[in-house]
C-alpha cells in the first residue's frame, strides 16, 4: 500500500504524507522552459510525451507522495466541442455554449479527442518514478464546470445576474456534463490513475438553498460513481461554508478544505481523512515562517488521518527553494 492509501484506507495518523496541487507549474523553471516552445496551452495537455514529462517534474526534484496529471479541467468543455483557450494575464476564455452542438457529441467522438490524456496517464503510471506512489487523475466538479460553459470565463467574486434565468439549457448542460465527466474519469482510472480529486472550485459561490441541486446531488453521483470503481475520492469544495454538511451528504473518502478554514475546528468536526490546508501564499514568505505554518497544521492534525497539501495551488512566483524545504520538513517530521 502506498503511504496515502495506509492514510486513506488504513486511517494512519503517522509518516504524513505530501503532495502539492499545481505541483507542476510555471514556479519550475523546466516547465517554463517547455512552455516558452509550447505557447498553446491545450495542445500541450493533447500532447502525450510532454504532458507525462510535465507531470514528473516535481518527482524528480521532491521526495513527494503523489503525482497528479498534467491537464485542465476544462479539458471535458473541450472535448465537447465548446472552444477553449488560455489567454496570457486573463486565464481561460471559453466559446459561445451551443447546446445543439454539445448535444451531437458522442462518446467515440468525445476519448478519441481526449486519448492523448489518457495516453499520457498510461506512460506516467508505468514510470519508476510513481513506484510505491499514487497517480491522481482529475476532474472539475459538475457544478465549476457549469460555471465555467456559462460564464465562459473565471467568475470574478459573484455569477453574471442571469446565470440561472435558462434553467432548460442549466439542466441539460449538468446532465451532458455528468455523463461525459463518468467516462473522463472511467478512463483515467483504466490507464492508470489510482485515486481522483474531484475540484470544486466555485463552490463558495452559491447560496445555501442552491447547494442540493448544483453541488450534492451532481457530486455525489460522482463520487458514488468513482467508488463503485474502488478507486479513492478527494474532494475540494474549495470555498463552501459549511465542510461538514458537505461531507455528510456527498461522503468522499478524503476532503481537502481551503486556507480559509480553522484546522483545529475541522479536525473535531470531521472523521474522515482531511488534505491540505496551508496558504500558498507562505510559500512566498521565508523558511522559518513556512516552517511554523506547516507545522501548526502537522500538530494539529497529529491524530487525524492526513494529507499534507495547500489551500490552493502552488504560486508562479514561488520559489522551488521552498517547496523543497516544505517537502523534507514534513517527510522529517
Ligand atoms: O495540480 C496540478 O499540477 C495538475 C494540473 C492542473 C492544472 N489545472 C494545470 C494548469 C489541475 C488539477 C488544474 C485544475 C484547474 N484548472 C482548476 C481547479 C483548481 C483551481 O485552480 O481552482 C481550475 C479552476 C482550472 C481552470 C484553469 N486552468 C485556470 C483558471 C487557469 C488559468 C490560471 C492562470 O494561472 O492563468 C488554468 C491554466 C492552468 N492549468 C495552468 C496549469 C499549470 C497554468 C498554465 C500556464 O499558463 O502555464
Redesign the pocket.
Same mark, same amino acid.
Given at each position: 500500500m502506498t503511504p496515502i492509501e495506509e492514510i486513506i484506507i488504513n486511517k494512519k495518523t503517522t509518516n504524513c504524507p505530501i503532495w *502539492?496541487?499545481?505541483?507542476?507549474?510555471?514556479y519550475l523553471p523546466e +516547465?517554463?522552459e517547455i512552455?516558452k516552445s509550447n505557447p498553446d /496551452?491545450i495542445n *500541450?495537455?493533447l500532447n502525450e510525451n510532454l504532458s507525462s514529462k $510535465? %507531470?514528473l517534474q516535481?518527482l524528480k526534484r521532491f521526495e513527494l507522495d503523489a503525482a $497528479? $496529471?498534467? !491537464?485542465? =479541467? *476544462?479539458m471535458l468543455p473541450y472535448g465537447l466541442n465548446q472552444k477553449v483557450e +488560455?489567454r496570457?494575464? +486573463?486565464?481561460?476564455q471559453l466559446g459561445f455554449l451551443n447546446l445543439d452542438e454539445i448535444s451531437k457529441v458522442d462518446e467515440i467522438d468525445f476519448i478519441e479527442k481526449l486519448y492523448p490524456i489518457y495516453k499520457s496517464i498510461k506512460k506516467v503510471s508505468k514510470n519508476n518514478l510513481i513506484k510505491n506512489k499514487n497517480l =491522481?487523475g +482529475?476532474i472539475?466538479a459538475p457544478w %465549476?464546470l457549469l460555471v465555467?460553459m456559462i460564464n465562459r470565463c !473565471?467568475p470574478k467574486k459573484e455569477l453574471i445576474k442571469d446565470f440561472f434565468k435558462d434553467s432548460f439549457l442549466i439542466n441539460r448542460v449538468l446532465i451532458l456534463i455528468e455523463k461525459f465527466l463518468k467516462l473522463h474519469i472511467d478512463y483515467q482510472i483504466k490507464n492508470g490513475a489510482s485515486i481522483i480529486?474531484i475540484?470544486d !472550485?466555485?463552490a463558495g459561490l452559491l447560496e445555501e438553498k442552491d447547494l442540493p441541486n448544483y453541488i450534492y446531488i451532481p457530486t455525489l453521483n460522482m463520487v458514488d460513481y468513482i467508488k463503485s470503481l474502488n478507486v479513492p475520492v478527494i474532494c /475540494?469544495p474549495?470555498g463552501i461554508k459549511n465542510y461538514k454538511n458537505y461531507c455528510d451528504i456527498v461522503k468522499p473518502d478524503v476532503i481537502n478544505i481551503d486556507y480559509n478554514v480553522n484546522p483545529i475546528s475541522i479536525c473535531k468536526e470531521i472523521n474522515i481523512p482531511i488534505q491540505g490546508g496551508l496558504d500558498p501564499k507562505i510559500l512566498l514568505t521565508d523558511k522559518e515562517n513556512l516552517k511554523k505554518q506547516a507545522l501548526k497544521y502537522l500538530n494539529i492534525f497529529k491524530e487525524h488521518p492526513y494529507i499534507f497539501n495547500l489551500g490552493?495551488?502552488?504560486l508562479?512566483e514561488t520559489n522551488p527553494a521552498m517547496v523543497e524545504y516544505l517537502v523534507k520538513m514534513v517527510k522529517d517530521y
Open positions: *502539492l496541487m499545481r505541483q507542476a507549474g510555471r +516547465f517554463r512552455r /496551452f *500541450l495537455c $510535465i %507531470t516535481p $497528479i $496529471i498534467f !491537464s485542465d =479541467i *476544462l +488560455f496570457k494575464n +486573463f486565464g481561460p =491522481i +482529475f472539475g %465549476t465555467y !473565471s480529486q475540484f !472550485s466555485w /475540494f474549495r490552493h495551488g502552488v508562479p
